[in-house]
């Protein structure tokens, strides 16, 4: 292969990488902003409308505020890089046992796994024969981690 295709084929790789950073960073920074945005849509409609500086200060950064004061007055990387994941984790985990809990205690047990695997199991099993046949799996990767299965009931590439 010549040295321009090489040069030429990782620039190509390198714009690929960068641009999938870039549109990550964005759609992170838009949610960020609707976030703000309805911290301070919620606290103006507390007050009538219009807030003081004070308020829009609680409304902006009162979690990081409370992390700066529980650590402190200072907070470094780390320390912030564990509240930021022991968030994002909460965040998974409330999801989960939301979508598990049949109950609607709060709790997740064998029994709401069970109950949940019944139902899923249930909707691939198209024909109702209690097996899930592969032409019974969905196509274009619309279960799981959107993996096509081949012809021999492995995963292919990602979709």
């Known amino acids: 292969m010549r040295t321009t295709t090489k040069l030429a084929l990782a620039f190509v790789a390198l714009a690929g990488a960068?641009?999938?950073?870039?549109?990550?960073?964005n759609n992170a920074s838009e949610k960020m902003r609707?976030?703000?945005?309805?911290r301070?849509?919620?606290a103006m409609?507390?007050?009538n409308g219009t807030i003081s500086f004070d308020q829009f200060s609680d409304a902006m950064n009162a979690?990081?505020?409370?992390?700066?004061?529980?650590?402190?007055g200072k907070l470094?990387?780390?320390?912030?890089?564990?509240?930021?994941?022991k968030a994002r984790f909460e965040q998974m985990a409330k999801r989960i046992i939301a979508r598990y809990d049949t109950k609607g205690d709060g709790t997740l047990t064998s029994d709401d796994i069970t109950s949940r695997e019944k139902k899923v199991f249930a909707m691939l099993d198209r024909n109702n024969d209690g097996k899930i046949?592969?032409?019974?799996?969905?196509?274009?990767?619309?279960?799981?981690r959107?993996?096509?299965?081949?012809?021999?009931?492995?995963?292919?590439?990602?979709?």
């Open 40 to 42: 301070l849509n919620r």
């Open 63 to 72: 979690r990081l505020k409370k992390l700066v004061a529980d650590n402190g």
């Open 133 to 144: 046949e592969k032409s019974e799996l969905p196509k274009g990767g619309r279960f799981g």
């Open 76 to 85: 470094t990387v780390a320390q912030l890089a564990d509240a930021l994941e």
């Open 146 to 159: 959107h993996r096509q299965w081949d012809g021999d009931g492995n995963e292919g590439d990602m979709q």
């Open 18 to 25: 960068v641009g999938t950073t870039a549109y990550a960073e």
């Open 34 to 38: 609707e976030g703000t945005m309805m």
């Open 45 to 47: 409609s507390d007050s």
